[in-house]
């Protein structure tokens, strides 16, 4: 981190009522007087005329507020204009505040120097990212969570147990002749065990948490005629497919995002399931059955009024959710392929309700809802099979020395996680992921 004073929007782009300026750095104070004449009162909205440092001229009245170091978001100095929301307001504040020696942010640099100044950990960061990114409720608390230190604290826990088994595989290591405990060596390979099958559960979670984070994929499939693009407008609640009576219709994968009880869900409708009759279609049902392989979920869809075709009845297995469409001009199996169907009009509308239901229960499974702290990222998943490789090297090790070197492994792999060790090579990764103000 260099000593440079940053500046960014932190509001959303466009014309709004209202615009927020952020400014963070060792010289806001010097900066934020050069265009408000003088600092506010700390944590206390004021109302000024913003001046233009080198001409003078009047920018906009704006409720500024200031914040001293390190009682402030980044941990610096830092100051906010509520600025009106014009583009020549903004436009006109950026070219002061750079001219009164500010430099435009980088993406996620205010958070973080809240991370290099110990306002926050790497995981906490990370929640913010995603808070500032969720589409759905359930995004919205999973990431409230995570930034509020859900993870942090797991994390820092399973870390403090770590330190305080090193130190008593060290204290056997130097004083090995002295009158310690009796099988304290055996303890702390019992603990580190106990600990590993804790990581391991952990990371037995299929992905939950980052499913939530990056949403679902379901995958309409079934023959032509079935019914499937209509059935996806129904869901959708808009017209996403073209609906024909004539076969092969859809041939390309059509998407709708859609929210499922707070799940993120991107619906796809594919190409009918049958032997192609040409080489665009049989194109479309290669990438319907790629699609499948894809899914998170599978919506197995049949008509009603026809028999089941085997393509699509091959698909139908435990987990599937399995329709029998055009319920209007014909009455539902009670069973297709060992499976009770949800009975559906996508044209009436009757058995909708019902669908959604399911598919919002479906899909509330497959991401996890009612974990605390679910891992929400690849490298979380990384570093803690890393730290639990260590940990079953551990109860591989000949030597105390070894089984020594295997903890502090360990602890190297969950600071990574944290911050606390090692970090440089993932700060850009992390926080490159942020909109430039935050």
Partial sequence: MNGDTIFALASGAGRAAVAVMRLSGPEAARVLAALAG???????????????????EALDRALVLWFPGPRSYTGEDAAELHLHGGPAVIAGVAEALAAAGARPAEPGEFTRRAFLHGKLDLTAAEGIADLIAAETAAQRRQALRQAEGALAALYGGWAARLSRLLARQ??????????????????????????????????????RGERLREGLLVAILGAPNAGKSSLMNALAGREVAIVST?????????????????????????????EAADEIEAEGVRRARLRAGEADLILAVFAADAPPDAETLALVRPGVVVVANKTDLAPAPAQIGGEAPIPVSART?????????????????????????????????????????????????PLPELRAEALRAALRSLGRLTGQVGVEAVLDLVFGEFCIGK
Avoid: Y
Avoid at 170 to 197: H, M, N
């Fill in 349 to 397: 509308g009757a058995g909708l309700a019902a669908l959604q239901a399911r598919l919002a229960e479906a899909a509330a499974s497959r991401a996890g809802l009612a974990a605390e702290a679910p891992l929400t990222r690849p490298r979380h998943r990384a570093a803690l099979r890393e730290a639990a490789g260590w940990l079953a090297a551990l109860e591989a090790a």
């Fill in 38 to 56: 003088r600092l506010p009162r700390p944590r206390e909205a004021t109302l000024r005329r913003l001046r233009h440092p080198a001409t003078g």
């Fill in 246 to 274: 004539r076969a092969g219709t859809t041939r390309d994968v059509v998407e709708a995002r859609l929210d499922l009880g707070g799940v993120p869900v991107t619906l796809a409708d594919t190409a009918g399931l049958r």
């Fill in 170 to 207: 060290e204290a056997f290591i130097e004083f090995e002749e002295e009158d310690l405990p009796s099988g304290l060596d055996a303890a702390v390979a019992a603990e580190a065990a106990a600990l590993r099958a804790e990581i391991a559960a952990h990371l037995d979670d299929e992905g």
